[in-house]
Nanobody, 127 residues
Framework: QVKLVESGGGLVQPGGSLRLSCAPS????????MGWFRQAPGKERDVVAA????????YYTDSVKGRFTISRDSGRNTVYLQMNSLKPEDTAVYYC????????????????????WGQGTQVTVSS
């Protein structure tokens, strides 16, 4: 199992930016595809963005395309979610997830594809 440590959440005004970080504790994540999910109160946990092992393939849910960017830094062993032009509807708990991937260029977009999850970080967009 991989322990994931998230950071970077907080309160931001509409139109603002935040960058979430996720680092696996005690293990390199080279063999893992990664994803960011979010869950608002009373709603299901849904994928926001996903990235392949190699980093060359990415996925974004429609509502964040053009505003969010997922990336991974192998040197720092960290995955990022850069969130720009934030909207109140982006308010949620954001979770980092990891899954072993035999393919270097494949990403996963469903919760049941992931084996390991972070504790979640709250993002609140409000004036």
């Amino acid at each position: 199992q991989v322990k994931l440590v998230e950071s970077g959440g907080g309160l931001v005004q509409p139109g603002g930016s935040l960058r979430l970080s996720c680092a696996p504790s005690g293990r390199t994540f080279r063999s893992y595809a990664m994803g960011w999910f979010r869950q608002a109160p009373g709603k299901e946990r849904d994928v926001v963005a996903a990235i392949s092992r190699s980093g060359d393939m990415t996925y974004y849910t429609d509502s964040v395309k053009g505003r969010f960017t997922i990336s991974r830094d192998s040197g720092r062993n960290t995955v990022y979610l850069q969130m720009n032009s934030l909207k109140p509807e982006d308010t949620a708990v954001y979770y980092c997830a990891a899954t072993y991937s035999p393919s270097v260029s494949y990403y996963y977009t469903t919760t049941d594809a992931y084996d390991d999850w972070g504790q979640g970080t709250q993002v609140t967009v409000s004036s």
